[in-house]
């Protein structure tokens, strides 16, 4: 086998086994600092709950806080965002509309499909409206 032909076969499996792997909240949640998981901490019990306005601190913390110290934290705040904006569409407001298109618009195609997995992943999780 010609070594470009086989350079070209290695990639597309790796590029398939990386689309493949569902992005790991518990263990990035891990890799942070003390102070962002504190600030999570303090707003996931009522964001879990369907929460609005502790749903939105939570997506806040993930998608910039988080996102600074770890750049995989912005497919979490994006995905919190999106479900702001499904679970909330009566108290949503431009600014909420901004936030999603803000951060979700920051990744790229495998990134938002991560998010929108992990969209399914919270509204399944959440308890009903």
Not at 26 to 53: F, H, I, T, W
Not at 88 to 99: E, I, L, M, Q, T
Not at 121 to 127: A, F, H, K, V
Request: charge should be positive.
């Amino acid at each position: 086998m010609k070594l470009h032909a086989f350079l070209g076969l290695a990639l597309s499996v790796l590029t398939a086994v990386a689309h493949s792997q569902p992005l790991d909240v518990v263990k990035l949640e891990q890799q942070l600092s003390s102070p962002v998981q504190g600030r999570l901490k303090s707003s996931e019990a009522a964001a879990r709950k369907g929460d609005y306005q502790a749903m939105r601190n939570f997506a806040y913390v993930w998608a910039s806080e988080a996102a600074r110290e770890q750049p995989p934290a912005a497919i979490v705040g994006c995905a919190w965002y999106a479900v702001i904006l499904k679970r909330h569409a009566d108290k949503a407001h431009a600014g909420d509309v901004s936030n999603k298109d803000l951060y979700c618009g920051r990744l790229n195609a495998d990134q938002a499909r991560q998010a929108g997995a992990l969209v399914v992943s919270i509204e399944s999780q959440l308890p009903s409206p």
